[in-house]
């Protein structure tokens, strides 16, 4: 129908035309040749077919995941048929469709066919669909000296945890994820296996991706248990004298009390979340920190203040859940 309204139009167009080239070349001919010649070139454009043409929002995706098509075709097409090989839907009618799905693995074509009443054309791409990997994260242990897979286990502090992991199909990439925190990503050791010292609860997260860049994950769980009961204490004084010894007033637990960090972990250790806070003599707060590994070196607003007294208020909260409220005096030496 839409070929029919478009061919009596061009009817209509072509006898006025002819009228009125016939008026011009009558009294200019001159004029009459160069209107003819830019006559000619218009209808041959308007008079011609179409060309097919689309973008995909992607050309590589993983299983079970939509693209979005844009028709870019030119020409002026009248009519759009979309093909889909293996996707949802299969087919669509129209100048843009809307999301397309893959949910099986391959490698799919995608045709565009425009037409309008000159003609018609077509244009076809391809989108490669790659599988939903599979991961199996497991832990391990020695039994009569041969290793087996045990479920999410329980430690002591300081103690090893032996995880593993196999991901397919093969030729991907794994990580691990303690906490599944992805700025502390852990590569793992030979056959995918990570040794693990927690200090506190853990999940860890392993992560498979394929060349394609599809990504599964699986979750182990380590419980530690504490060897002792944790303990907070403060130095009842300190001397920032850059001496290296004793420079800085910190809050300090049984597990690194020795300082010397030989345990594997920093200063404050134990401590999950902490408000302390140092005042002078006249109640000016002078030091405030949220991190348990940060400590005053004995200056305020970046000038050494004067040897005396200070006190402190400290509320921390520990990772076996243990929270306390500690007041008490500190002195500073020069």
């Known amino acids: 129908m839409e070929g029919v309204i478009l061919l009596i139009m061009l009817l209509y167009i072509e006898t006025f035309l002819l009228t009125f080239v016939e008026i011009i070349c009558k009294f200019k001919p001159m004029r009459c040749i160069a209107f003819f010649i830019s006559l000619s070139f218009s209808l041959l454009t308007f008079g011609q077919s179409p ?33 889909f090989q293996n996707g949802t ?62 479920p999410d286990t329980t430690i002591f502090m300081y103690q090893e945890a032996y995880l ?11 990580m691990w994820y303690p906490s599944g925190v992805a700025s502390e990503a852990v590569s793992p050791e030979s056959n995918d296996s990570l040794t693990v010292t927690p200090f506190y609860d853990t999940y860890y997260v392993a992560s498979y ?51 010397n960090f030989n345990n594997g972990f920093k200063e404050g250790g134990a401590i999950v979340e902490v408000d302390f806070r140092i005042y002078n003599r006249y109640g000016e707060m002078v030091f405030r920190t949220t991190d348990p590994h940060e400590g005053w070196d004995g200056n305020f607003k970046g000038k050494p203040v004067n040897p005396a007294t200070y006190s402190y208020l400290l509320e921390y909260r520990l990772i076996n859940g243990v929270s306390k409220l500690l007041k008490g005096n500190v002195t500073l030496f020069r």
Do not use: K
Request: with cysteine; proline share 7%; glycine share 8%.
């Open 51 to 83: 060309t097919a043409n689309f973008s995909m929002s992607a050309s590589l995706l993983c299983q079970g995941e939509c693209i979005t098509l844009t028709n870019n075709s030119t020409g002026s097409p009248i009519n759009f048929e979309w093909t």
């Open 89 to 150: 839907p299969e087919t669509y009618n129209g100048a843009n469709p809307g999301p397309v799905c893959f949910n099986t693995p391959g490698t799919y074509t995608i045709t565009l066919t425009v037409s309008n009443t000159f003609g018609s054309n077509q244009t076809a791409q391809s989108v490669d669909v790659g599988a939903t990997p599979s991961v199996e994260a497991t832990l391990s242990d020695t039994t009569n000296g041969a290793y087996v897979e045990i």
């Open 164 to 174: 593993y992991a196999t991901g397919t199909p093969p030729g991907g990439n794994m």
């Open 209 to 259: 991706t394929t060349p394609e860049g599809c990504t599964s994950y699986d979750t182990v769980f380590v419980s530690v248990v504490f060897q002792d009961s944790v303990m907070v204490v403060l130095p009842n004084s300190f001397s920032p004298n850059e001496d290296g010894e004793n420079d800085v007033f910190r809050v300090l637990t049984n597990v690194d009390a020795d300082q």
